[in-house]
């Protein structure tokens, strides 16, 4: 087995609709981990919203999260290396916000940050509030997302939804012409907004540099568009079978749904020596 690191989206690739990771994924995980292999979170969320899937899985690599904004080290609860976006750009999305009418939190290094009432994001913070106090994601109520673009926090991602196709589009279009700035479909209807060279693919590729990895010794999973450059790094990309078309023409293989044992199945044939190119 040449594979040295496993990299894990979470939402819709390891992570179930209910939020939760399947216990035969669980077990591969573990398999693959006692035969020397490392694991590591590629995520779009905060890095205080992976916090209680690291310690489930008991990893101890740090997390990329925000699409790659930030690598942060549990353990020593400190941000790795970031990318953050500067204010007067934060300030220049905030008003593409208001003018496609579009939703949006604040990623920063305090928390997320959201003017009231939490809409589109609200089960994430039911889910949270499951959790025990101290693996609890911080929710900011901001006066305005304004204050929050404008400082001090480091600003690291703007998580859009938007109820209207047109108005997502046109957003993200308009995000696109504003040089310094990235966007990312992390879902159909959301859009993710980082600093220009922010990716999960960017992120890990530094990480591997001080992890002694190459890429090709690396399988990837994911299941959104904001997954393809990490998936297309990797030696393994593989995408979910609940992916997008788009994804899944850039992945080397595909497995099942995130609801069924897709991630079991892929691992236990990575396991047994089994070629997936």
């Known amino acids: 087995m040449h594979y040295r690191l496993l990299a894990l989206d979470l939402d819709g690739t390891l992570l179930t609709n209910a939020l939760a990771i399947r216990a035969d994924s669980l077990h591969m995980i ?7 292999m490392e694991a590591v979170i590629v995520t779009g969320r905060h890095p205080m919203a992976a916090h209680a899937y690291w310690e489930q899985l008991g990893f101890s690599t740090p997390v990329i999260g925000c699409n790659g904004a930030c690598l942060y080290d549990y353990r020593s609860r400190q941000v790795l290396h970031d990318h953050v976006i500067l204010p007067f750009l934060a300030q220049t999305v905030v008003r593409l916000i208001r003018t496609f009418g579009i939703y949006s939190m604040i990623y920063t290094g305090e928390g997320m940050a959201f003017e009231p009432p939490l809409r589109h994001y609200d089960h994430l913070e039911a889910w949270s509030r499951t959790l025990p106090a101290r693996l609890r994601p911080r929710f900011l109520e901001a006066g305005s997302l304004e204050a929050v673009a404008a400082g001090p926090d480091r600003v690291w991602k703007f998580a859009t939804v938007g109820d209207d196709p047109a108005a997502l589009d046109a957003f993200e279009h308009a995000v696109g012409l504003e040089p310094g700035l990235r966007s990312e479909r992390s879902a159909p209807n959301r859009v993710d907004v980082a600093a220009a060279g ?35 790094f990797a030696g393994l990309g593989i995408a979910m079978g609940n992916a997008d078309e788009e994804v899944k023409a850039h992945a080397q293989w595909v497995t099942g749904s995130n609801e069924g044992p897709g991630i079991a199945e892929a691992l236990g044939r990575i ?6 190119d």
Do not use: E, Y
């Open 30 to 36: 573990q398999a693959l981990r006692d035969r020397g």
């Open 271 to 276: 396991l047994d020596g089994a070629d997936l």
């Open 198 to 232: 922010v990716s999960k693919g960017s992120m890990l590729a530094r990480w591997l540099q001080t992890a002694d990895v190459a890429p090709s010794q690396v399988v990837a999973f994911g299941d959104q568009k904001n997954d393809i450059d990490m998936l297309g």
